[in-house]
């Protein structure tokens, strides 16, 4: 069946570094891929998404590429901030359902 | 334009009692699917409601179950609750059913079994 694989975490980082989390999936057909980030105690919010291969979702300085050579969709950030502290879900929208990845917890540090 | 509302945020519950749970959409919107949030599974879809039809069920025992009014208000009852059934339950809407909908959530009910 469909899935979705995403780096474990957490990802630890100092400001203004360099983000990337990986992001590959497996799916039948051509899905939707989205990114969701869920802040401490609150529910998920959609950072970006990605309909078709080749299309690049971005948002808030966070982008990613929906690659269907590589099957991936990994989402970076230039320059990230304390406040991006979250966790992180890749996911993708196949047969009338999301389905998650594990989530990735990153930790910024000032 | 508000939000996904979810009601109530947190609940505690013994074994063996049921519970229900209720989500408003997004004005205008008319898909509501939930998903259960917990450590050791992560993020898991249970059901979608579309026109007050269940279009899609995940891979929960019956105990779990769900239906949509004509105002697109959704309520997801679980009755004869077990200690695993502790986790975050969200609802998220989107205005119709479809691959590239996008779904918004609501902020989540805490349900604690003891």
């Known amino acids: 069946g469909d899935s979705v694989t995403q780096m474990e975490g957490p990802v630890t980082l100092s400001e203004e570094a360099f983000l990337t989390i990986n992001c590959t999936y497996t799916a039948t057909g051509y899905p939707s891929l989205f990114w969701y980030v869920q802040y401490p105690g609150e529910g998920l919010q959609l950072l970006l998404k990605?309909?078709?291969?080749?299309d690049k979702g971005s948002n808030k300085g966070f982008e990613a590429t929906y690659r269907k050579e590589t099957t991936s969709f990994h989402l970076e950030k230039g320059s990230v901030q304390v406040s991006d502290s979250a966790v992180y879900f890749c996911a993708l929208y196949n047969t009338d359902k999301l389905i998650f990845g594990t989530g990735t917890r990153l930790q910024v540090f000032p | 334009k508000a939000g996904v509302t979810q009601t109530p945020r947190y609940l505690i519950k013994t074994r063996g009692q049921q519970v229900t749970l209720s989500c408003s959409p997004i004005s205008g919107h008319r898909s509501v699917s939930w998903y259960q949030q917990t450590p050791g599974q992560g993020l898991q879809f249970l059901f979608e409601y579309f026109s007050e039809t269940q279009r899609n069920k995940g891979n929960f025992p019956g105990r779990f179950s769900g239906r949509q009014f004509s105002n697109s208000r959704s309520e997801m009852n679980v009755s004869t609750l077990e200690l695993g059934d502790s986790a975050l339950y969200l609802c998220?809407?989107?205005?119709?059913?479809?691959?590239?909908?996008?779904?918004?959530f609501g902020p989540g009910t805490r349900l604690t079994v003891l």
């Open positions: 998220a809407s989107s205005l119709k059913q479809g691959a590239t909908d996008t779904q918004y």
């Open positions: 990605a309909t078709k291969a080749d």
